[in-house]
C-alpha cells in the first residue's frame, strides 16, 4: 500500500491512499512543518473506487466503510465526520482501490504565523 499526504499549514490535508493493505495516519503527519501541531482532524470530502472494501478506523471505532466507488462531499451540507477526531486515521483497503480524503485541521503554533 502507498500513500501521500499534501499539508498546508492552516488549511485543510489532502491524503491519498493506493492498492491494498493498511495505513495509518498519526495527526503528526498533518503538520505542514515543525511550527504546528495538530489536535484534531475532521473528514470533510471523500472519493474512492474499490473491487473490494475501505474501511477507515480511528481509536478502534468504524467511522467508514465503502464499496464501489463514490464521494461524499460533507462539507457542502457543513457537516464533518469528527468522531474520536483527535486520534490517527487508519485506513484498510481489501483486494484493491483507491481513496481521497480532504481533511479540516485544528492545530496550534509555536510561533503565530503571520500574514492571514
Keep these: 500500500m502507498a500513500y501521500e499526504i499534501i499539508n498546508t499549514q492552516r488549511s485543510t490535508s489532502i491524503i491519498r491512499v493506493v492498492d491494498a493493505g493498511a495505513a495509518t495516519i498519526a495527526l503528526a503527519d498533518l503538520s505542514a512543518n515543525a511550527n504546528e501541531t495538530i489536535n ?3 473528514i470533510k470530502r471523500v472519493t474512492w473506487s474499490t473491487n473490494g472494501n475501505i474501511t477507515i478506523v ?7 466503510s465503502l464499496h464501489n466507488a463514490g464521494s461524499m462531499l460533507l462539507d457542502d451540507f457543513n457537516y464533518s465526520i469528527a468522531n474520536t477526531n483527535n486520534q490517527s486515521i487508519v485506513v484498510t483497503i481489501t483486494t484493491g482501490g ?8 485544528a492545530a496550534t503554533y509555536t510561533v503565530a ?3 492571514y
Design 40 to 42: 484534531s482532524a475532521n
Design 58 to 64: 480511528r481509536n478502534s471505532v468504524p467511522i467508514l
Design 98 to 105: 483507491s481513496l481521497v480524503m480532504e481533511v479540516s485541521k
Design 113 to 115: 504565523p503571520s500574514g
